[in-house]
């Protein structure tokens, strides 16, 4: 068995994502998706492991750098919308997505 990728999904409140410059969906309890990464050996593993996070959960959060278009454009592929700016602990800014069911 090869493994292609790695990823946390967080049940929970996660306090990097209390404060938003922009709105989230909604206020509903969700699931944080975080250090989403993959060998890049094959093609889809991003979308393989948002798959899986939604059959675990219908109210996803997921952040990543304004560098990473890759990512975006996985993270909006798969239905998340693109919410507004959320900052780690240490200042740096993100781009902040949500997946909601009842937003598909």
């Known amino acids: 068995m090869e493994i292609l990728g790695s990823f946390v999904l967080h049940f929970g409140t996660d306090p990097t994502y209390e404060k938003i410059d922009g709105a989230w969906l909604n206020e509903e309890p969700y699931a944080a998706i975080h250090k989403v990464a993959s060998t890049q050996t094959q093609r889809g593993v991003g979308s393989l492991i948002l798959s899986y996070c939604k059959t675990r959960c219908q109210n996803l959060k997921i952040d990543t750098h304004a560098d990473n278009l890759p990512m975006q454009r996985c993270i909006q592929k798969n ?26």
Not at 88 to 98: E, F, K, T, V
């Open 79 to 104: 239905g998340f919308l693109y919410t507004g700016t959320i900052f780690l602990q240490n200042g740096d800014p993100r781009h902040a997505y949500q997946f909601s069911d009842e937003n598909k």
